[in-house]
């Protein structure tokens, strides 16, 4: 089986409510995704999803995926997409770095390869476990108010699990803590999204802060370095999502035991391929995972779903779902949706969901 053609497709993707990270320090109204078709000479379709949370949030941009694609398509054409390694490898031959450009490639990839084997990609990857995973909210709020009307509304679509963004003034970090710590249901799972934005005395003061609640902080700072410092001058479990991109960084996390948590995000770190091995030194170190796409679609929910899957269900807290903060859907309905807060693995071949390809306008390109 031959690639035979690669149309890309750019889409802005509205949110419904503007979305603010850090406690206010940054303001999303709209994602721009990339989609991605690959054809085959077999007759086989797969589609691929890229789409980064703005281009303030990590180094990765929609415009950037775009240019990445360009440059990496004259490699790529004539491989066997089936053989997702050598793909990989062809991409990090054409593009050093740029992981966020390789994975709706990836993606589209493993959407074939599951499609000619007639697996689902979770059972292609070795495994995929059929119990749904809850969905993690996306709390975007400044105020205590606001922060208890958004989980408010969460809670009331089924969301037992919620990423409250802090990362702010701190003191109004630490009124927001201890409000959501007294609203919260037995069994709920809470983390507190710092997004950076703490250097390492604020984390410091804020972890001493609320150390009676023993609440799990996600990148409280902004880089691994500023991790390590603090580690061991608090007792707060962390979860690493930003400076987690390379395998690299996934065995130093591991090794400096800088975390408990890995918050892998498919975008950032390059597309399912390179996030299962970040799973597998995860469980090698009694390490648990948060599974998300970054944004984007319910092509992109999916395949994260499909990681995933492939998680323990015990070392899998939960995934996050972008799909019920659009105001658009290119994929009419169809696909894992949110059920009573949790997403059900879908049993169809490959990733289990395309997009309706009127839905997404003129290609930008395309490669033959
Ligand atoms: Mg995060």
Known sequence: MKITRMTVFHVDLPLEHPYWLSGGRLKFEVLDATLVKIETDAGLTGWGEGTPWGHTYVPAH???IRAGIETMAPFIMGLDPRRVLDVERAMDMALPGHLYAKSPIDMACWDIAGQATGLPIADLMGGGSRAPRPIASSVGAKTVNETRGVIDRYRKRGYIAHSVKIGGDIDRDIARIR???SIRNPGEIVLYDVNRGWTRQQALRVMSSVEDLNVMFEQPCETLDDIAAIAGKHASPVSIDESLV???DAARIARDGL???????????GG????ARMRDIALAHGIDMFVMATGGSVLADTEALHLAATIPDANCLA???CQDMLTVDI???RGPRNRDGHLHLPETPGLGVHPDEDALGHPVAVYS
Request: proline content about 3%.
């Open 331 to 333: 994929a009419g309905g």
């Open 272 to 275: 399912l391929t390179k996030a």
């Open 319 to 321: 995934v996050w779902a």
């Open 179 to 181: 409000d959501v710590e």
């Open 62 to 64: 929609g415009p950037g």
């Open 259 to 269: 975390a408990e948590v890995f918050g892998i995000k498919l975008n950032r770190v």
């Open 246 to 248: 390379t395998l690299q």
